[in-house]
């Protein structure tokens, strides 16, 4: 259960809160309501109170025992009996439902309205009998009295059904081209239809005849509303025997005492969004008017507001139970939302601990929130320099961090990084200005941004798996060669634990890399040029330059020891040209075709004549043989004239006897 105060009126979603899934077993989810907090929590006012899909009508029986809902998908009504507060039956159709009616005191009776142009009579048993209407109809009332069901949609006329004869009467012809809504008095028994055209007419059902027509576009124009478009009557709703409340598709709320041709009142919703539905609430003398967005509650004389619902997905009817504070609202999402307002009414007698509950909430004392704090945590303390504040009434510990006062923390973090506007407005202005040479002629130079990582991925051969030429074009990775938010930072110590061994290309790609790119200084990074003049040096000032020399190592070693990790910056020599394949390293020569192999081949030896493109070769055949037995007469050559004779030894052969 989820609790929420607008206008300072307290507001209880029972539907909040997370739901089982339908294909648990029973014990999976009694393990699971024993595990979770969260499920042993929630309040399951209804059992699978909830579509498959999303819901789009709800009512609750005259006899205050069953409410009946609609929804997709399939097209379906479920019946829940609130005694037992659990679903009681589950019906199918062949379409979805538009509207539909109890035409009893309990579920025996119901008429389905089909968007097929079928209506359907269901009894306690299922499906009594099926029927189809001329046009598509759009809202059905019955008539007590003279037992005649009354549907209209997109024509211009009000078809009759007389229930007890079983068969249609005479349609009533209107003035409107559609109607959109009717609605009977409970008390005399006057016939509204709401039409497209912003009116609304009587009829008297006795006679089938017109006895008036409110003008309720023109009503709905005043200074506090903002009318857009034609008005035309979306909801309709008696209140009692003279008060009517009539909704328009533009968002207004009209009150009328049906005596009177101009509105008691008129409530504007300001959202431009047609009213749904209706209803009053009596003892509280109050009006609860709905559109897609927000169901608002106001007071039905002042039309001052009391309070309002919202939720996330789009409401798509409203259900209130007569004489209390709870209501059901048909969305657009699988659960049917509850809402329990103890301020405009008790709990149904089949929740009647819901009072006890929500008593016991409001006694406990709940922290509040506001905007104008700031949780920020002990790093974030450090970074602003406000740690020495920790333990202070500057700060109150909550969770993992501290709650900080808006303004001071404003302060405090301009302080620490004046400059960060700054640099954010600097690296804003970089962006447009690279935005706009985008139509310029574009050179080969690799990107600002993780200049290794680009080299890498440009180095990868044509054929591999591993496409890096496609992710440097992609523009759903530009950000990551171009925000320097994304630039990878070697020095953190997650880093090296991902990557305990950090790959580095190969001595034959640097070298040829550098071949092809010529190092860039920092000063002409900057935008400095540098100076082509080389200083002359004499030898009288040997020694000086070479202390000057080791002065200059010793700095850089301290700069470096000091200073980040910085790319090395290449630029193409003048006269070279680069390719993708300089960096691929060699591929097998069986692997590639006769062409590209000629092509690495010398030739030299190839001479072209005529126009026809004749091809003259001139080579010179050796022996494998003949060049291994040359070698191996060198050797021996070489190996004699270092060679030391032992013919001295023989002599000497027995001297040691002596």
């Known amino acids: 259960m989820k609790s929420c105060s607008s ?44 579509m498959p899909g999303l819901s789009s009508n709800v009512q609750i029986s005259p006899d205050g025992n069953f409410v009946l809902a609609t929804g997709v ?22 379409s979805e439902v538009v509207r539909f009616l109890l035409l009893s005191e309990d579920y025996s009776k119901v008429v389905f309205l089909q968007c097929d142009r079928y209506i359907e009579f269901h009894a306690q048993y299922g499906r009594y009998f099926r029927l189809r209407i001329p046009k598509f109809g759009r809202d059905l009332a019955y008539h007590t009295p003279s037992c005649d069901l009354y549907v209209v949609g997109a024509t211009h006329q009000v078809f009759r059904l007389n229930l007890e004869l079983g068969r249609f009467m005479t349609p009533i012809e209107t003035n409107a081209s559609t109607i959109n809504r009717v609605a009977i008095n409970p008390v005399h028994h006057l016939l509204l239809f709401g039409t497209q055209e912003g009116c609304v007419e009587a009829w008297d059902p006795r006679s089938c005849r017109r006895v008036g027509v409110l003008d309720a576009a023109l009503g709905s124009i005043t200074e506090d509303t ?9 909801a309709l709703k008696f209140r009692d025997a003279m008060t009517l409340g009539v909704g328009t598709a533009t968002g207004q709320v009209l009150l009328y005492d049906i005596r009177s041709s101009k509105p008691l009142f008129v409530k504007d919703h300001y959202y431009s969004l047609p009213i749904k539905n209706i209803e009053f609430h009596t003892p509280e003398n ?3 008017s709905m559109d897609s967005k927000v169901v608002k509650i106001w007071n039905q004389d002042t039309g001052a507001p009391y309070t309002a619902v919202e939720a996330e997905p789009d409401f798509n009817d409203l259900c209130l139970i007569p004489n209390t504070g709870m209501l059901f609202i048909a969305n657009e999402d699988k ?3 509850t809402y329990y307002i103890p301020s405009i009414g008790p709990a149904p007698r089949w929740c009647s601990f819901l009072d006890n509950l929500t008593e016991e909430l409001e006694e406990t004392n709940v922290e509040t929130l506001y905007d104008d704090y700031k949780f920020v945590t002990e790093s974030e303390l450090n970074e602003i320099g406000l740690e020495h504040l920790i333990g202070t009434t500057l700060l109150r510990g909550y969770m993992h961090g501290y709650f900080v006062d808006m303004r001071l923390y404003r302060k405090a973090k301009s302080t620490a990084q004046p400059f960060q506007f700054s640099d954010f407005k600097k690296r804003k202005i970089r962006e447009k200005l690279d935005e706009e040479r985008v139509n310029r002629v574009k050179l080969n130079k690799l990107p600002k941004v993780n200049r290794e990582l680009a080299m890498k991925l440009i180095s990868l051969p044509a054929n591999s798996k591993k496409k890096g030429g496609n992710l440097l074009e992609d523009d759903r990775f530009k950000d990551m060669f171009s925000n320097p938010d994304f630039e990878v930072d070697k020095t953190v110590e997650d880093y090296r634990l991902i990557n305990p061994v950090v790959s580095k290309m190969d001595k034959k790609k640097a070298n040829k890399l550098e071949s092809l790119f010529a190092p860039v200084k920092d000063d002409e990074v900057e935008g400095v040029a540098s100076s082509d003049e080389d200083e002359s040096s004499s030898d009288d000032d040997y020694q000086l330059r070479k202390e000057e020399k080791k002065q200059a190592r010793l700095k850089i070693k301290e700069r470096d020891s000091k200073a980040e990790i910085k790319p090395k910056f290449y630029e ?24 590209e192999r000629v092509q690495k081949e010398d030739s030299s030896g190839i001479k072209s004549r005529g126009p026809l493109g004749s091809r003259e070769m001139t080579f010179k055949l050796t022996s494998k043989k003949k060049d291994d037995r040359q070698s191996a007469i060198r050797h021996h050559e070489e190996r004699r004239k270092v060679r030391r004779s032992a013919g001295e030894l023989k002599n000497k052969k027995n001297s040691w006897k002596k």
């Open 7 to 50: 206008n300072d009126v307290k507001i209880y979603n029972l539907s909040a809160g997370k739901s089982l899934p339908e294909w648990l077993s029973s014990e999976k989810k009694k393990k699971l309501q024993n595990k979770s907090i969260d499920f042993r929590r929630r309040i399951e006012l209804i059992q699978d109170f909830d």
């Open 286 to 288: 109050l009006v609860l």
């Open 572 to 595: 193409i020599r003048p006269g070279e040209e680069f390719k993708h394949s300089d960096l691929s390293g060699q591929t097998k020569l069986s692997k590639i075709s006769l062409g």
């Open 73 to 94: 998908y399939k097209p379906r009504i479920r019946c829940y009996d609130l005694k037992n507060l659990s679903m009681k039956f589950e019906r199918c159709f062949d």
């Open 335 to 337: 659960k049917i939302l």
């Open 226 to 234: 903002n009318v857009s478009g034609i008005p035309s009557i979306t």
